[in-house]
């Protein structure tokens, strides 16, 4: 069938589910005989007061505008999360798929095709070729220039490893990673990838970009998108196209660690390029085809994880568990094995294996810390099924028009415990206040790695990658998007509530890192004209190892992660920046994010203490192994609520003053009714109880003891507590009455 035959039996079926009536008030019959005339036809009553319509592109007049996804109707209302309700304001009784959001944008493309001479016409002699990119549609507030829903491109794209099969929403026009009943799994979640004719400009901030322009991006080279390709006669006028998306992926974390340890760490070549030292099948696969039937629900463009049973595993070779040998006098972070550069940043330790065979495990151990600074044992290796790799295009009716192919930059990273809340929105919140809160809340600025300037892996795919290609991970908008005007504070639209996979969601450039990290060529590092790369072998081996140290370092790492600092014993060198709930350490009934036991108040005649997990004895390979990971609490966390909480935070230290380093968070919660009860009648009459308070226990803790060799008992000096509303904070010390400070 043809595009617009496709696109006729797509409005038919949605139709009756509110779809009809909403688009006749913006003056679009999708039911019309000729549906490909009246697609085209002047649009002269579009109603953008209506939800989920107040950032259709104020230049669009039409059900579908040749190559111009924001400025076509159609495809803005079925495509864009906001749109849920019908002309009456009922919800939509039913979704496009992703295959038939793909459709609908192939007609977008499609309806006028363009010829080859008009592409090159477009060019104006710069140098065009078939370039793969991420893309995702969105509201106005997470695009480019912030004027309209639009489509944003990137040439990295990030999916994400898990337990359970991905499922997609479609009201929200995306996946989330949540598993409805259960705690403890955790969804893959895919990124989509299509081939575009793009070309290569010059950054610029009037037209697409990038997002976020950089002060060096006006003289650097990025790939913009012109035209998207597709199979059939309908894509460029003349021409019958078969197009194919290439994929390749590598977790190569443990060769890297041999390498680095050498020829004492128990394995070399040929043994370290093959398999599980190098992982380069069954990591991901087209979410079209996985489970070997192919569907007609997913577009062929979303490259999805495969589920696994665990999001670690021990390793195993030649039959027997896998081990290295741990070098002697171990440099070590926090239990982790430290490591020299081109191999992982951190290793798990903690599991060692016997000339036997039997394996120790060494959290259970009171001399733990004694047997790892030693060294000179063999450990158990554990896998996980990150990676980083590329996808690119194969289409032979192009080879001798655009024989240039460029690459996407693929990674495979892990688990997103705050998957609606984006490092980009962070970034842009932080950076509207002024420097000193900036610097009160992170001693380092956080980074979204849209922002960051470095080319792909190097090291691993050489022949894939350029290194003058350092705008791989920048989001653009399509070639000659113009600026626009963003929108009116005053018209407010809600960003997605969606996971994204574009690299504005994901953490820059930090040791350690999260969802990539970075090497350089050669065996010397030059601090000034060493030039740096991005690697996902870099990351933690297994990946929780750096997710223990990121949470650990939340003002250091400033990233969208969680803050541990509540659940392990006070430390001088840490403070909560990223308050979290009760619930999310696992307090009050909830479930423990990373599977920590919370920490347990009690009193001793008549004295309170509270018993903390010691942190060396946290070990998050092994929450990994035990399947204790949760996003049930942390997940429905979005950027709003996620910067709420650290402006209350903010305005308790003011309060609290100098002394504030001495202090810890020893409870934190919404205010609940039962709070309010406590008030006296007239604080009670000057807080707005219809909005949001959070409350915090405060307390300044005495020096640490033990009495097992994995907890630490806490003794509390004095305690204070602040309900906290957006203009009132009310403050009670000890058992002392409320005031308002």
Same mark, same amino acid.
Request: charged share 20%; net charge negative.
């Given at each position: 069938m043809t595009?617009?035959d496709?696109?006729?039996?797509i409005?038919?079926?949605l139709?009756?589910?509110?779809?009809h009536?909403?688009?006749?008030?913006h003056?679009?019959?999708?039911?019309a005989p000729c549906?490909?005339?009246?697609?085209?036809k002047?649009l002269?009553?579009?109603?953008?007061t209506l939800?989920g319509?107040?950032?259709?592109?104020?230049?669009g007049q039409?059900?579908?505008e040749?190559?111009k996804?924001?400025?076509s109707l159609?495809?803005?209302?079925?495509a864009s999360?906001?749109?849920t309700?019908?002309?009456?304001?009922?919800?939509?009784?039913?979704y496009p798929?992703?295959?038939?959001?793909?459709?609908?944008l192939n007609?977008v @493309?499609?309806?006028?095709?363009p010829?080859?001479?008009?592409?090159k016409e477009?060019?104006?002699?710069?140098?065009?070729?078939?370039?793969?990119f991420s893309?995702e549609?969105?509201?106005?507030p997470?695009?480019?220039?912030?004027a309209?829903a639009?489509?944003c491109?990137s040439?990295?794209?990030?999916?994400?490893?898990?337990?359970m099969?991905?499922? @997609?929403?479609p009201q929200?026009r995306?996946?989330?990673?949540f598993?409805e009943?259960?705690d403890h799994?955790i969804?893959v979640?895919?990124a989509?990838?299509?081939?575009f004719?793009?070309?290569?400009r010059?950054?610029?901030?009037a037209?697409?970009?990038?997002m976020?322009?950089?002060?060096?991006?006006g003289?650097r080279d990025?790939?913009v998108?012109v035209?998207?390709?597709?199979d059939g &006669?309908?894509?460029?006028a003349g021409?019958?196209?078969?197009?194919?998306?290439?994929s390749?992926h590598?977790?190569e #974390?443990?060769r890297?660690?041999?390498?680095?340890?050498?020829?004492?760490s128990?394995?070399?070549?040929p043994d370290?390029?093959?398999?599980?030292f190098?992982?380069?099948?069954?990591l991901?696969?087209?979410?079209?085809?996985?489970?070997g039937?192919?569907t007609?629900?997913?577009d062929?463009?979303?490259?999805?994880p495969l589920?696994r049973?665990?999001?670690?595993?021990a390793?195993? @070779?030649?039959?027997?568990?896998?081990?290295?040998r741990?070098?002697?006098?171990?440099?070590?972070?926090d239990?982790s094995l430290?490591?020299?550069?081109h191999?992982p940043?951190?290793?798990h330790i903690r599991?060692?294996?016997?000339s036997t065979?039997?394996?120790i495990d060494?959290?259970?151990s009171p001399?733990m810390?004694?047997? *790892?600074n030693k060294g000179?044992f063999d450990?158990?290796?554990?896998?996980d099924?990150?990676?980083?790799?590329?996808?690119?295009? #194969?289409c032979?009716?192009?080879?001798?028009?655009f024989?240039q192919?460029?690459?996407?930059y693929s *990674?495979i990273?892990?688990?997103?415990f705050?998957?609606?809340?984006t490092?980009r929105?962070l970034?842009?919140w932080?950076?509207s206040?002024?420097?000193d809160?900036?610097?009160?809340?992170f001693s380092?600025?956080p980074?979204?790695l849209s922002?960051?300037r470095?080319?792909?892996?190097l090291s691993?795919?050489?022949a894939?990658f350029?290194?003058?290609?350092?705008?791989?991970?920048?989001?653009?908008?399509?070639? &000659?998007t113009p600026?626009?005007t963003?929108?009116?504070a005053?018209?407010?639209?809600?960003s997605?509530?969606r996971a994204?996979y574009?690299?504005?969601?994901?953490?820059?450039?930090?040791?350690?890192?999260?969802?990539v990290?970075?090497?350089?060529?050669g065996?010397?590092?030059?601090?000034?004209n060493t030039e740096w790369?991005?690697?996902?072998?870099?990351?933690?081996?297994?990946?929780?190892?750096d997710a223990k140290?990121?949470?650990?370092?939340?003002?250091?790492?400033?990233a969208?992660?969680?803050?541990?600092?509540?659940q392990f014993?006070?430390s001088s060198?840490?403070?909560?920046?990223k308050?979290?709930?009760?619930?999310?350490?696992?307090?009050?009934?909830?479930v423990?994010?990373?599977g920590t036991p919370?920490?347990?108040?009690?009193?001793?005649n008549?004295?309170?203490?509270?018993?903390?997990?010691?942190?060396? @004895?946290?070990?998050?390979?092994q929450?990994?192994l035990?399947?204790?990971?949760?996003?049930?609490?942390t997940?429905?966390? &979005?950027?709003?609520?996620y910067?709420?909480?650290?402006s209350?935070l903010?305005?308790v230290?003011?309060?609290?003053g100098?002394t504030?380093?001495e202090?810890?968070i020893?409870?934190?919660r919404?205010a609940?009714e039962?709070d309010m009860k406590?008030?006296d009648?007239?604080l009670?009459a000057?807080?707005k109880?219809?909005?949001?308070?959070?409350?915090?226990?405060?307390a300044?803790l005495?020096?640490?003891?033990?009495?097992?060799f994995?907890?630490v008992?806490?003794?509390?000096?004095?305690s204070?507590?602040?309900l906290?509303w957006?203009?009132?904070?009310?403050?009670r010390?000890?058992e002392?009455p409320?005031r308002?400070?």
């Open positions: 595009l617009i496709n696109a006729t039996s409005c038919k079926r139709a009756p589910g509110g779809w009536n909403l688009l006749l008030k003056g679009l019959d999708i039911l549906l490909a005339t009246e697609l085209r002047p002269t009553h579009i109603d953008r939800a319509f107040e950032d259709f592109c104020p230049t039409h059900g579908i040749p190559g996804p924001a400025q159609l495809y803005h209302a079925l999360p906001n749109v309700h019908d002309a009456q304001g009922t919800p939509l009784q039913d798929t992703t295959a038939e959001l793909e459709t609908l007609l @493309y499609g309806i006028d095709p010829s080859i001479e008009h592409l477009r060019a104006q002699g710069a140098p065009l070729a078939v370039v793969v893309h549609y969105r509201p106005a997470d695009t480019v220039h912030k309209r639009d489509l491109f040439r990295t794209g990030i999916a994400r490893v898990g337990t099969p991905a499922l @997609y929403d929200r995306g996946f989330l990673p598993v009943g259960q799994q969804r979640l895919p989509r990838y299509s081939a004719v793009a070309i290569q010059k950054g610029d901030q037209s697409f970009g990038p976020r322009f950089g002060t060096s991006d003289d990025f790939w998108p035209h998207k390709l597709f &006669d309908e894509c460029i021409m019958n196209l078969e197009l194919e998306l290439l390749e590598k977790n #974390k443990l890297r660690i041999h390498l680095a340890l050498g020829a004492n128990g394995w070399g070549e370290i390029s093959r398999q599980p190098v992982i380069n099948e069954g991901a696969d087209w979410l079209s085809v996985i489970g039937l192919v007609d629900e997913h062929p463009g979303l490259l999805c589920p049973d665990c999001l670690v595993e390793a195993r @070779y030649q039959g027997k568990p896998l081990t290295f741990v070098p002697g006098q171990p440099l070590l972070l239990s430290s490591m020299p550069p191999a940043e951190f290793v599991h060692q294996v016997l065979g039997d394996i060494l959290n259970q001399s810390m004694k047997v *790892l000179r450990a158990l290796h554990y896998l099924f990150t990676a980083d790799g590329w996808i690119n295009a #194969k032979a009716a192009l080879d001798a028009i024989p192919r460029v690459a996407a *990674l990273s892990a688990p997103d705050y998957p609606l809340c490092q929105q970034s842009e932080l950076e206040m002024p420097t809160i900036q610097e009160e809340l380092q600025p980074v979204c922002d960051v470095s080319p792909a892996n691993s795919f050489a894939t350029d290194r003058s290609d350092t705008g791989i991970t920048a989001i653009v908008a399509q070639a &000659d600026l626009g963003p929108l009116p005053l018209l407010k639209v809600d997605a509530r994204s574009l690299p504005d969601a994901a953490a820059g450039l930090f040791a350690p890192g999260w969802d990290g970075t090497d350089f060529e065996d010397v590092f030059d601090y000034d790369h991005l690697a996902a072998y870099r990351l933690g081996s297994p990946f929780p190892e140290l990121c949470a650990a370092l939340s003002s250091f790492w400033p969208v992660a969680p803050d541990t600092v509540q014993e006070p060198s840490r403070q909560t920046v308050p979290m709930l009760d619930a999310e350490i696992g307090k009050a009934g909830g423990p994010w990373d919370a920490p347990h108040h009690y009193s001793e008549g004295q309170p203490y509270i018993a903390f997990t010691s942190s060396l @004895y946290g070990d998050y390979t929450s990994a035990d399947g204790a990971f949760s996003l049930t609490h997940g429905k966390v &979005d950027a709003k609520e910067q709420q909480r650290m209350a903010l305005r230290r003011s309060i609290i100098k504030y380093k202090w810890r020893i409870s934190f919404l609940m039962e406590e008030l009648h007239c009670a000057q807080v109880s219809v909005q949001t308070a959070y409350r915090f226990e405060m300044r005495g020096s640490a003891t033990s009495t097992a994995n907890k008992h806490v003794k509390v000096i004095e204070s507590t602040f906290v957006p203009e009132t904070i009310l403050q010390y000890a002392r409320w308002r400070t």
